[in-house]
């Protein structure tokens, strides 16, 4: 059972929506997974995804609405395998709260590299935009889902 944690800002847009995304794409494809998503800001901690993440989400039939907002913690590196950061910034922010102690564990990554055709580096925030960015997040996170699915299947059958 692999362990996967998605990373972004505030945790109410991108990173639960890579969470519901994963999940049911997992799930569709029988890979058993376990997934969580956290912020690098703890600003909206116990809040529910953004009301826009949760409808747009939901129009493709994916349902956010139970998750909650909560900040990395430093037990997050060793609890995952694999942590998947939004964007660079995301990634910068990760690596000071990896502990020092914490050794061969989870090496935080990039989504986008799991989309490697789409030429797109990060998931941009859609915070302060409008619809559209909501639905490229989910263009985005639907790519590279697929992508990290193929790859742990194919590392399940070496
Ligand atoms: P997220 O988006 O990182 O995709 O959850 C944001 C959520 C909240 C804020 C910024 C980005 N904020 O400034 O509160």
Not at 119 to 148: I, K, N, Q, T, W
Request: hydrophobic share 45%; charged share 25%; proline share 7%.
């Amino acid at each position: 059972m692999t362990r996967l944690l998605f990373v972004c800002l505030g945790n109410i847009c991108r990173s639960p929506t890579a969470e519901g995304v994963f999940r049911a794409r997992a799930a569709q494809a029988g890979l058993a997974v376990e997934v969580d998503s956290a912020g690098v800001a703890g600003w909206h901690e116990g809040d529910p995804p953004d009301p826009r993440a949760i409808e747009h989400a939901a129009l493709r039939g994916y349902d956010i609405t139970a998750q909650r907002a909560r900040a990395v913690t430093p037990e997050d590196f060793t609890t995952f395998d694999r942590i998947l950061a939004m964007d660079a910034s995301n990634l910068d922010k990760l690596a000071p709260l990896r502990p020092a102690w914490v050794r061969g564990a989870a090496q935080p990554e990039l989504m986008m590299n799991y989309a490697p055709d789409l030429g797109v580096r990060e998931v941009p925030d859609p915070y302060y935009g409008g619809v559209d960015g909501f639905e490229l997040v989910l263009d985005l996170l639907e790519a590279a889902s697929d992508g990290l699915i193929a790859e742990l299947q194919s590392e399940g059958r070496r």
